[in-house]
């Protein structure tokens, strides 16, 4: 694909042939060509569900009966209209064969170029905007957008679901191998293509988010035969677009010299230090010493309760170390690395000499490039070096994967590395970098990186407050510097450009920044002080305040991801220090994190972040927190929910569906109640809650949704009750009214009017591969897509991918009423709540009244989580589809916000 930048050095670009019995494209409507040409794809466009079994896939064989078309036909076809016809009818022009066919000349085959692609990309552009200046106010450019729009969001969805067919429909060779070559095309094809309406016609709510998600099976398949790491592919493959995933590979990384048969999906077994550890000299045969710290004065500096520094000095020409101690005038560089990356020793504070130079020669190009730090002439830039300041225990402990005992607390690791001046960046794979590397290479290299994958190194980017990437032969990238030029516009290279704007894109998502973090006030004004926790100020004051959950939600998610050689103590010792929460003196393993609990950790938290409800995999079973995950790092079986919004629909006719709607009101007017628990459900359920307005005046709950404007509210936050009966959330459900029978995985709610939500209970924690979602464990491939309204019933059950633990206990609905609480009602304002959603199944036990409130009557519900307390997976849709032959019904209702306690 030689529109996108390519590497010397790095691996060659993916070929794809060219399919000779292709039909030209015809250059008519390109919706309606597959009708012209004899196919029916209309099942291709929408996609619902159809075999069960370990993955869902259009069973191809039928299709092809009913099409009377070959197998062979299949792919031509596709090549044609997906490429050849997506460009001309896209761009309104002819697409003549040989701009975009080459023919090798050594082997006399045929393949796909992209070459020409940005000429023509261009060329519309400026037929775009000539006609809208010829034309004036006679152009409708919305017009045309929609048109354009509707005509790639056809080529994804089909494109899409080629990828499902080719990973699940047991197509054989060759026209498997044809099949992946067309989707890649295809794929890519329609990521440059969506930049490019962006740039010339404006944004489009269906075209931005197109080719940035969704699998390349080609690209997996190559990634994988070339020894890629399992964990980093998965990484590539959910966080990264389709453009960026294939500039990557052609990159390469320097971790495929590692052994990667220990690595699973939720993590990298190569980067956990064990057995054979070894320091590593920077370049192969090299001879050099080893440089000892001084350890007797790293010890006395952590007597006196400082943080020891150190420097670098040379003796007849070798390099050797001098510690100082950390002050609030001298400026400093904490180092972030991996250490399977060699670079320290487990059980000596040493270093080899090569290591140490190459980390002298950064820092003193970081000194001479920022003229601000005033050193003194001859003076040498201070650094903290894990390694080095750690003092390590005196002889091998038994275990030789665990490293050194910490010697900082939670406070002073927060502090060290917010008051140094940055973080310098040590990665094999950022080593590669040449003092000419292009922004975009420096941001996919860094993004790329094992270095970005672990647990610590987030807590050192994170506080960090700038990041220096150090290069080959010790030249140093300011990404804070690089980050500026773009935002100026330096970086405009044609289609090129577009790729600087992914990698700008990649690095705001996968690189923690300060500003990203959550910034907690622990003793906030308006809550009262309590040791247990304090409550939102929005109790107090039920009108919008400046606090907001969603940082925190984005930092839960990010750190799901990472992975740690001790995730039982890092986990939260990260977590603690990242936000600087006073739970202790010690630090490491044997210190402040050994002790540390998800209780404790939570109970300092004034508000809690509303997607550690909506997770799934192991839960605590200490009471008052038995909602809460026992881990959230998806190596342990965690993880946390998507990012739930700040503004949420507050009724039922604030939300996505007139059918959802007009049930809802033909049922309030009615009256009616039927199922199981109908009386509990009458006094639980329907009652109108009162709550105090900024004045000191009562309102309904309905009144103060509305105030907001068009159903959309802001949610209170999370917190903790104060006497610890559980988590206190205001969020919307669905009333299980009918018995649903037991040993179901999942089961249909017929909530009215025509509308039937499917309900997929999670088998345990699931393990996500590069195709499955990391949060929801669906595949990427049946997962619903933005503006879908329908969905694939069997990936609520199962998939190729999932390795579920057994199951605790059966459950029956005949005789308690359950709930299922959603984090929103679903809407079209946010993607992930336009027809699929997690939820959490529970049981109501009863009301209890909050003792913390003053106010006039504000009551709460006490929910309980079922004993099986797993999450659940909800998707909308009008079908009444099938699960395998298993399908259950039973009766619901949609219940607006609500406030409820759970555990």
């Not at 008051?419 to 003092?435: F, K, N, V, W, Y």
Request: aromatic residues 8%; charged residues 20%.
């Amino acid at each position: 694909m030689e529109h996108l930048p390519l590497k010397p050095g790095g691996n060659c670009p993916i070929t794809i042939p060219y399919l000779p019995t292709a039909p030209q494209y015809d250059n008519g409507l390109f919706l309606e060509y597959p009708a012209r040409m004899g196919w029916d794809f209309s099942l291709w466009r929408t996609f619902d569900t159809f075999s069960g079994g370990s993955g869902a896939s259009l069973d191809v064989g039928s299709w092809l009966t009913y099409n009377r078309m070959n197998i062979d036909e299949l792919p031509p076809f596709l090549q044609t209209w997906l490429f050849f016809g997506l460009l001309s009818s896209v761009l309104n022009a002819d697409i003549p064969l040989e701009d975009f066919v080459r023919r090798d000349i050594y082997s006399s085959g045929c393949w796909i170029t992209t070459k020409e692609l940005g000429r023509y990309l261009e060329e519309w552009g400026g037929r775009v905007n000539g006609s809208a200046r010829t034309l004036g106010g006679g152009f409708d450019r919305n017009s045309y957008l929609d048109a354009v729009a509707e005509i790639l969001c056809c080529a994804d969805a089909v494109a899409r679901n080629v990828a499902r067919v080719v990973v699940y429909g047991g197509i054989p060779e060759p026209w498997q191998e044809q099949l992946e070559g067309v989707q890649f095309c295809a794929s890519l094809l329609i990521r440059a293509l969506a930049g490019a309406v962006e740039k010339v016609l404006g944004r489009h709510v269906d075209v931005g988010g197109l080719g940035r998600r969704g699998r390349m099976p080609l690209l997996e398949r190559r990634m994988e035969e070339s020894g890629w790491c399992p964990f980093v592919g998965a990484v590539v493959g959910r966080e990264f677009a389709v453009d960026v995933r294939v500039y990557v590979y052609m990159l390469g990384t320097d971790r495929v010299r590692l052994d990667h048969s220990r690595c699973g999906v939720r993590f990298c077994g190569a980067s956990n230090v064990g057995e054979g550890y070894r320091q590593r000299h920077v370049r192969d045969g090299c001879g050099c010493e080893i440089v000892r710290a001084p350890v007797d004065e790293v010890v006395e500096v952590l007597k006196r309760g400082g943080i020891p520094l150190m420097t670098v000095s040379y003796a007849d020409g070798k390099p050797v170390l001098n510690v100082v101690e950390k002050d609030d005038e001298t400026p400093y560089i904490t180092i972030s690395h991996v250490w399977t990356d060699g670079l320290g020793d487990p059980f000596a504070n040493t270093i080899l000499a090569c290591q140490l130079t190459g980390i002298s020669k950064s820092l003193e190009n970081i000194a001479s490039n920022n003229p601000q730090l005033q050193l003194r002439p001859q003076q040498s830039l201070p650094f903290y070096l894990d390694t080095l300041c750690n003092p390590a225990p005196p002889s091998p402990p038994h275990d030789s994967s665990s490293l050194r005992t910490g010697t900082l607390s939670l406070r002073q690791t927060h502090t060290l590395h917010t008051s140094s001046h940055g973080t310098l960046i040590l990665d094999p794979d950022c080593a590669l970098l040449s003092p000419s590397s292009p922004f975009h290479e420096v941001i996919c290299r860094l993004a790329l990186s094992t270095w970005n994958t672990r647990l610590w190194t987030y807590l050192e980017s994170a506080l960090a407050p700038r990041l220096f990437v150090r290069g080959t032969d010790g030249c140093v990238f300011d990404i804070e510097d690089l980050i500026a030029r773009f935002r100026n516009g330096e970086f405009e290279d044609g289609v090129a450009s577009e790729m600087y704007r992914e990698a700008y894109v990649t690095y705001r998502v996968c690189i923690p920044r300060p500003a990203s973090l959550p910034k907690l006030d622990l003793n906030p004004p308006n809550s009262p002080g309590s040791s247990g926790g304090a409550l939102s100020p929005r109790h107090q004051n039920p009108d919008r305040d400046s606090t907001s959950d969603i940082p925190l939600q984005h930092t839960l998610r990010a750190l799901a991801a990472r992975t740690t050689t001790h995730p039982a103590s890092d986990e939260l010792f990260v977590l603690a220090a990242l936000l600087n929460l006073p739970l202790g003196d010690g630090g490491g393993e044997e210190g402040g994190a050994g002790h540390l609990q998800m209780p404790t950790l939570l109970s300092s938290l004034w508000f809690i972040p509303l997607n550690a409800l909506f997770s799934h995999g192991p839960r605590l079973q200490v009471p008052g927190f038995r909602w809460a995950p026992a881990s959230i790092l998806a190596m342990q079986g965690g993880g946390v929910g998507e990012v739930v919004p700040e503004l949420v629909p507050g009724t039922l006719e604030a939300s996505v569906g007139e059918s959802l709607r007009a049930g809802a009101r033909s049922r309030s007017e009615s009256g009616a109640e039927t199922g199981a628990g109908k009386e509990q459900m009458a006094g639980l359920g329907n009652e109108k809650k009162q709550r105090v307005g900024a004045g000191g005046e009562t309102e309904t709950e309905n009144e103060g949704n509305e105030r907001e404007g068009e159903g959309m509210v802001h949610r209170p936050l999370a917190y903790l009750h104060k006497e610890g009966k559980g988590l206190a959330v205001w969020v919307a459900g669905i009333w299980i009214k009918g018995d649903v029978g037991r040993g179901r995985d999942a089961f249909l709610v017929d909530v009215g009017a025509g509308e039937v939500l499917r309900v997929g209970i999670l088998r345990g924690a699931t393990r996500p591969t590069p195709d499955t979602d990391i949060i929801t464990g669906t595949p990427h491939g049946t997962a619903i897509a933005a503006g879908d309204r329908t969905s694939t019933a069997s990936s609520l059950i199962h998939s190729a991918t999932t390795e579920p633990r057994p199951r605790p206990k059966s459950f029956s609905f005949s005789k308690p009423v359950y709930v299922i609480l959603l984090a929103s009602l679903f809407h079209d304002s946010h993607p992930s709540y336009t027809t699929s959603q997690m939820g959490v199944l529970a049981e109501v036990v009863g009301k209890t009244r909050d003792p913390s409130l003053t106010s006039r009557r504000f009551s709460f519900r006490q929910v309980a989580l079922l004993a099986y307390r797993e999450a659940v997976n909800v998707e909308r849709t009008s079908r009444t589809g099938d699960f395998s032959g298993a399908v259950k019904w039973t009766k619901g209702e949609m219940v607006g916000p609500k406030w409820w306690v759970v555990d």
